[in-house]
Structure formats: structure tokens, C-alpha cells
């Protein structure tokens, strides 16, 4: 399968404990985009990367968040200090530069549950 | 504020009913439009896209959604129905002011009576 890859796909934490969850977009994607979803709700933007460099991030993603993506290739987005509001299903989503016709794929998803 | 708008939250038919899902958005310049399905337990799948061209785009599975930008709506249509179309949609914008970042409605799902 040469989709977009996320780890782990489920994660149980307790409040105040730090996570990292991992995406590995499809091989030649040079965009790549975090979402946050919600149980009811559609997926609502956190950030977006265009091969290393971090170039939009949503009023969502607050300061105990960071992602990144080092080399251009898999990202890694870190939550802090974990809070009950962070239980939701985090996606990943990559798309190959085409100015207008740029679409994206998406990941299955890191289930995170903050306890 | 850009945003995205599906009218129904929960829609039920029977095999072979003809469906059609609401969607508007926001205006806010120039877009793309976009249909996302989740069958249960499976990850997001693009259904189809709208970028240019004719507003009547086809996708898969029998599926296709027709662009009014006067009325700045992207129903999905399907004219008959399975049992395997059970699965939330998820209508979809990218407006080109905002570069890459996708808003997405809230999501209807469909369920479909054997």
C-alpha cells in the first residue's frame, strides 16, 4: 500500500503527559497537512507543510502543539501537556504541488483519548 | 468567514432510492470543491473534485455533483443507491485565497436499508 501511513493509530494517554504521533505522506508528495477531527464534526485544518518548511498554522493549534517535518519526508506533530480537549482523531493528509489542482490524500488517522 | 454548510446530518433510504446531499459554502473568491466519503471504519477517500471546466463532475462508484456558483452549492447526486453506500460524506472547499488549507462541512450520514 503506498498510501498515506499514520502511527500509532490508536493512543490512550493520561492528562498532562506529552504524545507524538507520525505521518509518512505518499513517496513523491511534497505537501503535507494536519487535521483535527472531532466526533460529528468534518476535519478542520491545523497545518500545513510544503517539503521542510512549516507554511500556514491554524488559531487551533495552540502553543502545546508543534509539528514538523525535518527532512521533507514524514512529519511528527507533538501535543504537550496533554488536556481532555485533545481527545479527537488527528489526520494527516498529503497532496503533490499542482497550483489549482492540488489534491489530498488522506491518512487513516491517530485516535488519540486523553483520561 | 469561509465555511462550509451540509444540510442534512443524518439521511436514511432504501436500496435504489436516487439521493442527493446539500452543499454551500461561503462565498470567498474563486474555488475548488471537493466530496469525501468514510465508509465505516476506512480512512477518508476523495469522492470526486471540481476545479475547472464543466460544473457536472462524475466520480466514482456511480457518483457525481454538479457546481452552481450562483447559488454557491455542490450537491452530490446519485441516481440509485446500494447498501455498500452507507458511509459519512463530507463536502469540501479550498478556497484559493487561503493556498492549500481544505474547510470541511460537518459531515452527512447515510444510511441505507437493505
Known amino acids: 500500500d503506498t498510501g498515506v501511513s499514520q502511527n500509532p493509530r490508536h493512543k490512550i494517554t493520561k492528562r498532562g503527559q506529552n504524545v507524538t504521533f507520525r505521518c509518512d505522506p505518499i513517496?513523491?508528495?511534497?505537501?503535507l497537512y494536519w487535521y483535527r477531527q472531532t466526533l460529528g464534526q468534518g476535519p478542520e485544518f491545523l497545518t500545513y507543510?510544503?517539503?521542510?518548511?512549516?507554511?500556514?498554522k491554524s488559531r487551533l493549534l495552540s502553543d502545546r502543539f508543534s509539528a514538523e517535518r525535518p527532512k521533507g519526508s514524514f512529519s511528527t506533530l507533538e501535543i504537550q501537556r496533554t488536556e481532555q480537549g485533545d481527545s479527537a482523531m488527528y489526520l494527516c493528509?498529503?497532496?503533490?504541488?499542482?497550483?489549482?489542482?492540488?489534491?489530498?490524500?488522506f491518512g487513516p488517522g491517530t485516535r488519540l483519548t486523553v483520561l | 468567514a469561509q465555511s462550509v454548510s451540509q444540510h442534512n446530518h443524518h439521511v436514511i433510504l432504501s436500496e435504489a432510492a436516487s439521493l442527493e446531499l446539500g452543499c454551500n459554502y461561503s462565498?470567498?473568491?474563486?474555488?475548488?470543491l471537493f466530496w469525501y466519503v468514510q465508509y465505516p471504519g476506512q480512512h477518508l477517500q476523495l469522492l470526486l473534485k471540481?476545479?475547472?471546466?464543466?460544473?457536472l463532475v462524475k466520480g466514482i462508484k456511480g457518483f457525481e455533483a454538479e457546481f452552481i456558483k450562483s447559488k454557491f452549492s455542490f450537491n452530490l447526486r446519485k441516481p440509485s443507491v446500494q447498501w455498500s453506500d452507507t458511509a459519512e460524506y463530507f463536502c469540501?472547499?479550498?478556497?484559493?485565497?487561503?493556498?492549500?488549507?481544505?474547510?470541511f462541512g460537518s459531515g452527512t450520514r447515510l444510511s441505507i436499508r437493505p
Open positions: 493528509a498529503s497532496s503533490l504541488e499542482g497550483g489549482s489542482t492540488d489534491t489530498q490524500y
Open positions: 513517496s513523491e508528495h511534497n505537501r
Open positions: 507543510f510544503q517539503n521542510e518548511a512549516q507554511l500556514e
Open positions: 462565498y470567498g473568491g474563486t474555488v475548488n
Open positions: 471540481y476545479f475547472s471546466g464543466d460544473p
Open positions: 469540501a472547499v479550498n478556497y484559493y485565497s487561503s493556498a492549500s488549507k481544505i474547510i
